[in-house]
């Protein structure tokens, strides 16, 4: 899956939502200490980038292991995508990801499945590459969006209070729609591939 990294960056961005998410890291983080939060952000944030640079990695080889060929994962993955988009543009009760419990979080629900959750995972898994050059572009995005992941959790109180809940709502929503319209462009890749394959 050959990608530039702007649209590797902006892919993962919309992805792991963390804009969306902002609500998911206020609420978890509600009962800590505000001293403590920003050492939870910044271990949950590297949690997550970590997990999917191991499956960035080693995504060809956990294909292999699985009998599954990369149009199979494009497809399945878009599917997850649509479904995520789709919870995006139309709000649910239990929100994006489902209900999260309470209590002091440690990898889920913020590291998993808020920012490394199932479509996140099946994106990355997509772009393994033999080209050097295509992998640093990949990692290089991941760790811009690891960057975009901190500024926004460690000020996600403040940005919640500035922006207001309505307008935070009207931006996951936009971010839905662009997600769905890359979800549908990732499915037609897929079917195309598969489509040579016959």
Not at 20 to 37: H, K, Q, W
Not at 41 to 59: P, Q, T
Not at 79 to 105: K, N, Q, S, W
């Amino acid at each position: 899956m050959t990608q530039s990294f702007l649209q590797t960056f902006i892919l993962l961005l919309l992805v792991t939502d963390p804009f969306g998410n902002v609500p998911i890291f206020v609420t978890a983080l509600n009962a800590v200490p505000s001293r403590r939060r920003p050492r939870i952000v910044v271990r949950e944030c590297l949690i997550a980038f970590l997990l999917l640079l191991v499956f960035m990695f080693f995504g060809r080889h956990f294909l292999t292991a699985l009998n599954l060929t990369e149009v199979s994962l494009r497809i399945g993955g878009s599917v997850i995508l649509l479904l995520i988009a789709i919870r995006m543009v139309f709000p649910h009760p239990d929100g994006v990801l489902g209900r999260t419990e309470g209590g002091e979080p440690f990898i889920v629900p913020l590291a998993i499945p808020a920012l490394a959750g199932p479509s996140a995972l099946a994106t990355v898994l997509l772009f393994t590459s033999n080209s050097k050059e295509e992998v640093m572009i990949h990692v290089a995005a991941l760790a811009a969006v690891l960057a975009v992941w901190l500024v926004v959790f460690l000020s996600a109180d403040r940005l919640q209070r500035l922006l207001g809940a309505q307008v935070m709502t009207a931006f996951e929503r936009l971010m839905g729609l662009i997600l769905t319209a890359m979800s549908i462009e990732m499915l037609l890749g897929g079917v195309r591939a598969f489509i040579k394959t016959l």
